[in-house]
């Protein structure tokens, strides 16, 4: 079901200026993530060792491309009270930043009046999105990727608003 899509680290690797990312659903099904978040539920430990096999795969890849000087931003609108999934995201996050993102939270609430895109999504440089694609449970099942103008625009738009409306990291409690 994947159309049109590069691998994800060559599209990191090609980034030149930006790096945003816009999450929109309060939980997720991925399978490769089930087992720590169920840990997470029954215990309330997370993994927030950056150079821990759980993030491998993660973390260099964010500090190479941080390094180069593109500037990595990561906005997720939640649901209040929010989910067990979004509150393991939150306990979770140290570790984005301490790697070079940065992240914010909107409430979804003062959302209403933004025109969202369908899907959540990465957009590289102002120039390309790459829109994820999930089951109703959340289970990864595609993506896709375009350079349309238009639709570049309205994601751009759509992520400023909410950055700047969102709430930084350290300042969100859940």
Known sequence: MTQNVPDFSALLKGARRTAVHLEMRDAYGVADEAEEFEEFVRSGKVDLNPESDGWADWVPLVRETVGRGVVMRRARIVSEPVTDYIRWEHALTPVNIAAGEHV?????????????????LWLIDDRLVLFHWFTGDGDWIGHECTEDP?????????????????????????
């Open 104 to 120: 914010r939270w909107l409430p979804r609430r003062l959302a209403s009046d933004i025109a969202l895109p369908g899907n959540d």
């Open 150 to 174: 238009a639709t570049v625009k309205l994601v751009s738009t759509a992520f400023e608003t909410v950055w700047e409306r969102a709430v930084p990291h350290d300042q969100y409690t859940v």
